[in-house]
């Protein structure tokens, strides 16, 4: 996946909501793990393609994957 981009996902605002950005670009606010994959396919990425808890291409900030209340 070298060729993929570095995906971020930001801690949770007060929403929940995390910023999901990659290889610098904005994709939006997810609320759940659903809302960074479809973001990622709508960029391209295969579902099924990666492991969203993998971090050689994901960087979860103030949290996993499983991390979507705001603290």
């Known amino acids: 996946m070298a060729d ?3 995906i971020v996902i930001y ?7 995390r910023r999901v950005r ?3 670009e904005i994709l939006g606010t997810a609320y759940t ?3 960074v994959e479809e973001f990622l396919r709508r960029s391209g990425l295969e ?3 990666y492991d969203i808890a993998d971090p050689a291409l994901f960087e979860w900030r ?7 209340a705001s603290s």
Not at 62 to 68: I, L, S, T
């Open 33 to 35: 793990s659903r809302d």
């Open 22 to 24: 990659a290889d610098g």
């Open 47 to 49: 579902p099924g393609s």
């Open 11 to 17: 801690p949770p605002d007060a929403s929940g909501g």
């Open 62 to 68: 103030g949290g996993g994957p499983d991390d979507w």
């Open 4 to 6: 993929q981009p570095r």
